[in-house]
């Protein structure tokens, strides 16, 4: 049997909840589809409890500053209220009935389900055929990718859910790429005392940033034991009652635990979007300003390769909301996407790298200015490592781009996330009065290098 509704959204990740719940809200008839859970990667599997272990192991690498600053503190990692607090407060133990309730409060009906697009405004879940006379909405995000390494996708390896759902913190884990993800998980269990081994098959840590990043964390890595291989690849896996080993450059790595963190895949094949005539081998979907894929087809998320943040997703949310709702002039922005690794330090970056900006044209300029060096950062001492780096466009006099990295370098972001998308003349930004001592004054020594 068919049901007409004025929208379907396929993939309830944090866009396709917030779209699905603010359309119903509206008085549109919604049914919201989702395979697994209501919320998506993000609070089970992802940023939540992610950050939630990573503020349980900082405050033991706090600890462990005070013998440098304050007497003696002895920190004894114990994983349990971690575990406990990612089970009690982050998930629910994985049920996501709150948020299902959510939105069906809105107005919205829920189907548990996995849906394949049909046709140009049609949906299946099991048995069930949709018809979308407004709109139909996908926001199926990602899953973990597996590379084809010789004996691992037999191995009982972990991806970010099973190193999420950990009730204790292994011995010893080898970690599998060295993006945000494997940064992050490292760093957190290495706090908690696990021996701890990252391999990065590109020639430094988190590639997609700042050379300058890539060194500062290495450094970091380092100093905290954590055995950092780059410009490696594993070649072949084995397992055994004991762990894991891992070929690595002609030697061999063993651990308790394995965790894959090599990035993410996408099946629009499976999604049925060669049913809209689309080409399912590419790697995302190619959305138009609206975020529309084909008339009356948005897509939102990780699928749309504009960033894989949450914070992506809602925004490309709020404006397919809007567009459905007949605000016709809404246009996506992307010049000034930002972006935290929540390492210690966080990896804050908004808009190009130097490298995408000198690809774009030659008036380019740089400047970084160390947060060691700054007042607040001599101050802080232990765990003031940090830099901020500016990429700026010298012909129009603006920043195109920016790093903050440092203790709070997500917070420092904000200033910069403003300046790259309002275009903030750079001779305006050295007008600006920073308050003394804070660790945002390093933008303005990174400012005065500045032509
Ligand atoms: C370990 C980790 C930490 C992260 N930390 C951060 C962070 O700190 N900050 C940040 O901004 N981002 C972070 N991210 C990225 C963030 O999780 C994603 O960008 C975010 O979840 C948004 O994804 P999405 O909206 O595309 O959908 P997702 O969250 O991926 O959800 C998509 C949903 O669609 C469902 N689905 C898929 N196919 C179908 C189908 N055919 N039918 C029905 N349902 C379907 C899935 O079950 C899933 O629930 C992190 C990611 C990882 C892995
Ligand atoms: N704080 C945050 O906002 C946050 C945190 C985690 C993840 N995320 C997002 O989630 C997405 C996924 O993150 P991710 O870290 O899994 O993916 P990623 O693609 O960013 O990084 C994966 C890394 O694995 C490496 N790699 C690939 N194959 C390998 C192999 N065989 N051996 C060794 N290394 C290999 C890659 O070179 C890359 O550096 C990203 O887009 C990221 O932005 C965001």
């Not at 935290?340 to 690809?359: C, K, N, S, W």
Request: hydrophobic share 40%; glycine share 10%.
């Amino acid at each position: 049997m068919t049901e007409q509704v004025d929208v379907v959204v396929v993939g309830m990740g944090p866009g396709g909840e917030a779209v699905g719940a603010d359309l119903a809200a509206a008085g549109l008839s919604v049914v919201g589809i989702e395979a697994n859970l209501v919320g998506g990667e993000c609070p089970y599997y992802a940023c939540i409890p992610s950050k939630m272990m990573i503020r349980a192991a900082n405050s033991l690498a706090e600890a462990r500053r005070v013998h440098e600053l304050a007497g003696s503190a002895t920190a004894k990692p114990d994983f349990r209220p971690v575990a406990e607090r990612i089970r009690a407060e982050a998930t629910t133990d994985w049920d996501d009935q709150t948020a299902v309730d959510r939105f069906e409060e809105a107005g919205g009906r829920f189907v548990r389900g996995r849906a394949q697009v049909t046709g140009p405004n049609t949906v299946r879940v099991g048995d069930q055929e949709l018809t979308a006379s407004r709109a139909i909405v996908l926001n199926t995000g990602t899953d973990p990718a597996v590379p084809p390494i010789p004996g691992l996708a037999d191995s009982p390896f972990w991806t970010n859910r099973e190193a999420i759902a950990a009730e204790t913190a292994p011995e010893s884990l080898i970690v599998l790429g060295g993006g945000p993800v494997g940064a992050e998980l490292a760093q957190a269990f290495v706090r908690f005392g696990s021996r701890v081994d990252v391999v990065e098959m590109a020639d430094r840590l988190l590639p997609s940033d700042e050379p300058e990043s890539s060194r500062l964390l290495t450094e970091v890595f380092t100093r905290e034991g954590i055995g950092v291989h780059t410009g490696v690849a594993a070649e072949r896996i084995d397992h055994d009652g004991a762990g894991f080993t891992v070929d690595v450059g002609g030697n061999q790595l063993s651990a308790e635990r394995l965790l894959v963190a090599t990035g993410r895949q996408i099946d629009l094949a499976g999604l049925g979007l060669a049913s809209i005539g689309l080409d399912t081998d590419r790697k995302f979907v190619e959305p138009d300003p609206q975020l529309r894929i084909a008339d009356s087809v948005y897509a939102v998320g990780d699928i749309t390769g504009k960033g894989a943040f949450t914070h992506m997703s809602m925004y490309q949310a709020h404006i397919v909301t809007r567009h459905i709702l007949g605000d016709h002039d809404v246009a996506a922005e992307y010049h000034a996407v930002p972006r935290v690794t929540f390492t210690d330090p966080e990896i804050g970056a908004v808009g190009l790298t130097e490298v995408q900006a000198r690809e774009q044209g030659p008036a380019v300029a740089v400047a970084v200015a160390q947060v060691p060096s700054s007042a607040r950062g001599w101050i802080h001492k232990a765990g003031n490592d940090g830099f901020i780096k500016l990429v700026a466009d010298t012909d129009q006099g603006i920043l195109v781009g920016a790093t903050s990295a440092g203790p709070h370098g997500g917070e420092v972001l904000s200033m910069l996330t403003l300046a790259v998308h309002e275009r903030t003349p750079i001779s305006r930004l050295k007008e600006m009065i920073y308050a003394y001592p804070t660790f945002h004054r390093a933008v303005e020594d990174a400012l005065s290098q500045l032509p």
